[in-house]
């Protein structure tokens, strides 16, 4: 793909004016795409579950996350005026623009955030100087989402915002009581903070994104929706609500301590859950703490902070790939891949990652702008902490990032839902795959999952043309929290008659680029089974696929053998072992599974290092090693040294009668 001038790759993103000058170079492209009237803005044909205005509506609203932020903070951008411009068309009821007013459970009610928040935070530039016709029409924009049926998550944030944006301009729209409402609900579905245990420090801060039977903590519960959201209106409401904003202020504090182990050395994001066409909008808890001003907790401090944001903003400075040839977002996560996608990703939809260039909001004489850039505060906490909200054993050794998850699960019919939640680990740098099948392992992407078959004798009984995964873990908890013998343990049902008992143990000082799995399998009916690893890169150093599917040739850096299969390539190293264990031989056969392509959501040609095996009737035991050690500016380099420290099991979980 060429591209021209576009500022946001190969920028260093060390000061504040690097900041800008991404952040634009983000807004500038839409240009050409902008309707005469400006509230139009076409880049794509894919379609949603939401009409075409709304998708229209989508991409002229999500810039403003980032346009109201630098205005806010003193900047100036001169393409402002065709927001301007386009809030009050795209308001207007006569005009062949205009967006429609809201109906029960609309898109329209999400774009009523961003729309919101650039009136609350820079009325003088959105909305005072409009005529009065426009003003009018826009208040009666922002007040068709009050009183209608809206889903309940996140999205009552977004018409708390509406009532914001219209209390600001002191529109007699404003619905304190609604607002009220919404906040006092939203309430509900905050998680309590757990009790510290030993040098593992309490959490607090968590939020679902909704009622209890919602078992989803992802990105959402923080940068996509509902951190930013709080201290958004503890900055805009401080004086009417002073007790409330100070509450959110505190969760925020609270929540960073969780927060940083979601981001490696070099600030990538551990990709996890949906939405993550989002891409750098996962940064935007940190980077909104400057707009509001949350004094970070010891240990960490506004370099501290700094940091996370500029290096994550740096992770995506090299990723051409996520641009279209004419500079505007595509639909994916480090390429264009719809493979990905929720159903409600319009061309558009990425730009909520404009939600990370809110620190512009922050003037630049903010110590968030002023501190030096601090590293990833490894020397003052810990590199493994078990979270009990979300179920995640958070991992930071051998220069990788990962986390280890057991206990989340979609809450209605998601596209690739499993994938996105009931993996058992999901990595900075190797990502997750998200299926374009189920008929057979490439399709399958069955990367950090156990993938079960039928193979029962007779066709009657047997259904075995598709595999099965983890969809939905039962009694999912956090043992040892606290202690050298935390882990996690949940069971699994993929058939009536076959349960799996799952033990994920994080890395051993000894290993720290290896964790453990242990299974155990009581079945009613004969089983074959595939363990994959996590995928890599699926090219080797001779530039072609490391394993070719169709003629099974093999670059060097591909090996598979009983026992263990490992891949190395670009991407790094990764692989699995076979621990032989209660009357297991260890003999499963090692395969490098060609993962159909665009499965992966970093790699778009991924290879996946797997164990193949039978499981007959009765009880089975499977305890797998697994290996990943990422690379570094694209080399891999002394990973034999760690391959040799294959860990066992550690004695303290041989004790424990259950094994």
């Known amino acids: 793909m060429l591209l021209g001038t576009n500022d946001f790759l190969d920028n260093p993103y060390q000061t504040r004016e690097d900041v800008v000058r991404g952040c634009i170079a983000l807004l500038d492209p839409l240009a050409s795409h902008t309707s005469r009237g400006g509230a139009i803005i076409d880049i794509g044909s894919s379609a949603t579950h ?52 809201s109906a029960d459970k609309d898109q329209r009610m999400v774009e009523m955030s961003p729309l919101s928040y650039a009136i609350a935070m820079a009325p003088d530039v959105f909305y005072n100087n409009q005529t009065l016709k426009a003003k009018e029409n826009i208040c009666a924009f922002l007040q068709s989402c009050i009183g209608k049926r809206m889903p309940d998550t996140n999205w009552l944030w977004f018409r708390t915002f509406a009532n914001l944006a219209l209390r600001t301009v002191g529109s007699a729209f404003h619905n304190p009581e609604q607002m009220e409402k919404d906040l006092q609900r939203l309430e509900e579905f905050q998680l309590p903070p757990h009790a510290a245990t030993g040098s593992d420090t309490g959490s607090a801060g968590w939020s679902r994104d909704g009622p209890e039977d919602v078992k989803q903590l992802d990105y959402y519960s923080s940068s996509f929706a509902i951190q930013p959201a709080q201290m958004i209106y503890a900055k805009l409401a401080a004086k009417e609500d002073p007790v409330r904003a100070e509450k959110y202020k505190q969760r925020a504090k609270d929540f960073i301590l969780d927060f940083v182990y979601y981001f490696s050395d070099e600030g990538a994001a551990i990709p996890f859950g949906r939405s993550m066409i989002y891409r750098f909008a996962v940064i ?157 392992l490439g399709q399958l992407g069955g990367d950090s999952m156990l993938a079960l078959k039928d193979a029962s004798d007779g066709v009657e009984e047997c259904d075995g043309e598709t595999w099965r995964v983890r969809r939905h873990p039962i009694g999912a908890r956090i043992e040892g929290r606290g202690t050298d013998q935390v882990h996690l343990r949940s069971n699994w049902r993929p058939w009536k008659d076959v349960e799996v008992e799952t033990w994920l143990l994080p890395p051993q000082e000894a290993s720290p680029n290896w964790y453990l799995r242990i299974h155990k399998i009581t079945s009613g009916r004969k089983l074959l089974s595939s363990e994959g690893g996590w995928t890599n890169y699926g090219q080797g150093a001779d530039g072609r696929a490391l394993i070719q599917a169709f003629s099974g040739l093999m670059s060097a850096g591909g090996d598979q053998e009983e026992g263990w299969a490992r891949a190395v390539t670009a991407g790094g190293a990764v692989g699995l072992v076979d621990v032989p264990y209660k009357g297991s031989d260890g003999k499963r056969l090692g395969q490098l599974v060609q993962i159909d392509p665009n499965a992966n959501v970093i790699f778009s040609r991924g290879i996946l290092p797997s164990l193949l095996g039978e499981i007959e009737r009765g009880e089975s035991w499977i305890v797998t090693a697994i290996f990943g050690k990422p690379s570094k500016d694209g080399k891999t380099e002394a990973w034999e040294e760690e391959w040799k420290k294959v860990p066992q099991l550690p004695a303290w979980i041989l004790q424990q009668s259950v094994l």
């Open 50 to 101: 939401y009409d075409t205005k709304a998708v229209a509506l989508e991409t002229f609203a999500r810039p403003l996350w980032a346009l109201a932020s630098l205005l806010y903070g003193g900047g100036n951008y001169n393409g402002a005026e065709r927001w301007i411009r386009g809030l009050a068309s795209g308001t207007d009821p006569e005009s062949g623009e205009y967006w429609g007013a």
């Open 284 to 440: 935007a808890t940190a980077s909104t703490m400057a707009m509001a001003n949350v004094e970070p907790p010891a240990p960490l401090t506004w370099g501290h902070i700094k940091g996370l944001v500029l290096r994550h903003l740096r992770y995506w400075s090299d990723a051409k790939d996520i641009f279209r040839s004419d500079s505007t977002l595509n639909i994916g996560y480090r390429f264009d891949c719809v493979n990905m996608t929720e159903n409600y990703n319009a061309p558009g939809s990425p730009y909520w990652c404009m939600k990370a260039f809110i620190c512009l909001a922050a003037p630049p004489d903010h110590p968030f702008w002023t501190s030096e850039e601090l590293p990833w505060p490894k020397d003052s906490i810990p590199p493994i902490k078990a979270i009990p909200d979300p179920s995640h054993i958070m991992c930071r050794q051998g220069g990788h990032t990962f986390l280890l998850s057991s206990g989340q699960a979609p809450h209605y019919a998601m596209r690739h839902g499993p994938a996105k939640y009931c993996k058992f680990s999901y990595s900075s740098a190797f990502g997750f795959c998200c299926p374009t099948g189920d008929m057979d």
